[in-house]
């Protein structure tokens, strides 16, 4: 036998095992348990829009893996008219948004449900909620998005818009 064909066969089955490891590897990473929240990440950041109201402003951060928040406010002449706190949760492999809002609901958080997203726009619904039933949100682009709160007020059909432009990261 030629002495050479054992080292031969050892150099190729190196070969073979170390040319397997990075598929091998590959194949074990596993996606973010919160991959659908983390697809939403555009929305972080600081996003205001001026109106003849005044002046609203919505910050959102990553609080931790499964939940983004933000709180929302508009100031009129130094005043702050409005006030909230929401929460982007994923829970399993849903996405909730919760708002708490001074004043109403007696300070109760109320949850929507994500009902449709892609990649430039998330639609949450509580058909049971009074107003709204509809919160959207609509990235027009890095620096801009439409937020739309929509439902029936008093048997009408009543829809409020936000042009927020984005003021910081």
């Not at 909230?84 to 492999?93: A, D, H, S």
């Not at 708490?100 to 892609?118: A, I, M, P, W």
Request: hydrophobic residues 35%; contains cysteine; glycine residues 4%.
């Amino acid at each position: 036998m030629n002495p050479k064909l054992p080292l031969a066969i050892s150099i190729i089955i190196g070969m073979i095992a170390c040319n397997a490891t990075p598929k091998e590897k590959a194949a074990t990473v596993k996606a973010s348990p919160y991959e659908r929240l983390d697809s939403i990440s555009w929305l972080l950041g600081t996003w205001t829009d001026s109106s003849k109201i005044g002046k609203a402003t919505e910050t959102w951060r990553k609080e931790n893996d499964s939940t983004y928040t933000a709180e929302s406010f508009i100031v009129s002449q130094k005043d702050t008219i409005f006030y909230e706190q929401v929460k982007l949760e994923q829970r399993n492999n849903e996405i909730h948004c919760v708002i708490k809002t001074k004043g109403q609901h007696d300070n109760e958080s109320v949850s929507f449900k994500l009902r449709s997203k892609d990649a430039e726009a998330l639609v949450f619904e509580n058909p049971q909620h009074d107003f709204p039933t509809q919160i959207t949100y609509t990235k027009i682009g890095n620096d801009s998005l439409y937020a739309e709160i929509s439902g029936l007020a008093k048997g009408q059909e009543r829809k409020e818009g936000f042009p927020f432009k984005k003021t910081a990261q």
